[in-house]
């Protein structure tokens, strides 16, 4: 069972689309975390969000810490093919859900 | 930004045999490592913590005895699957943290084990 939950499992949408990935759970983290994950390599760290209904941007992505804690989004504004790849949250860095895999067609 | 490091990147074994993966924090110490296992199409699964000097705390489910953690030094970790069998071929990505309670984690580029 997986402590956080992620949706959707997978997504292929066209170029230029926007998109949001969601994350939740039913704890409570002092922390969470982004990652994209490349195949065949490590995760790589995106952004990690610490207060309650925080937002922060990084150029087309834009992440949202729940007020509660327990949950998060990772919003994606016109999407490229370069956006391709796995998506990972993980509570207090550890707690991984099963992720999302976004690809996105030219 | 901070690098770490694993060693093999990839290794094929016969069943039966031991495997030792190193991770190495390459420029800054890491007090805290971490272990994962990653099955094809899943997420990270979190195998052991790993704190430099003492034992490592396995997760529920994880065989101490069978995976093997040590760390010796502020930026060396090893993970060695003893007596490895077809069902421990996974992708092992090991983690680091450079200070107690950061919550930013450097990753591994991640080791894939095939058992024959």
């Known amino acids: 069972t997986q402590l956080l939950e992620q949706s959707p499992q997978f997504l292929s949408i066209q170029e230029g689309e926007n998109l949001t990935v969601y994350c939740n759970s039913s704890?409570?983290?002092?922390?969470l975390q982004w990652y994209r994950q490349e195949p065949g390599e490590g995760p790589v760290l995106l952004v990690t969000v610490v207060t309650g209904g925080e937002v922060k941007k990084l150029k087309r992505l834009t992440f949202q810490f729940g007020d509660a804690r327990k949950d998060s989004s990772l919003h994606i504004t016109a999407a490229q093919p370069g956006d391709t790849g796995l998506y990972l949250c993980a509570g207090d860095g550890v707690r991984f859900g099963a992720g999302t895999r976004l690809t996105v067609k030219p | 930004g901070a690098v770490v490091s694993q060693h093999p990147s990839w290794v094929i074994c016969k069943s039966g045999t031991s495997v030792k993966i190193e991770c190495r924090s390459l420029d800054f110490q890491a007090t805290t490592m971490f272990w994962y296992r990653q099955f094809p199409k899943q997420s990270l699964m979190l195998m052991a913590t790993?704190?430099?000097?003492?034992?490592?705390?396995?997760e529920q489910g994880v065989e101490k005895d069978k995976f093997l953690i040590n760390h010796a030094s502020l930026t060396l970790s090893t993970l060695t699957v003893t007596s490895a069998h077809p069902e421990d071929s996974s992708f092992y990505i090991c983690s680091a943290k450079d200070a107690p309670g950061m919550e930013t984690q450097y990753f591994g580029p991640g080791t894939r084990l095939l058992v024959l």
């Open positions: 704890s409570v983290f002092s922390s």
């Open positions: 790993s704190n430099e000097g003492s034992k490592a705390t396995y």
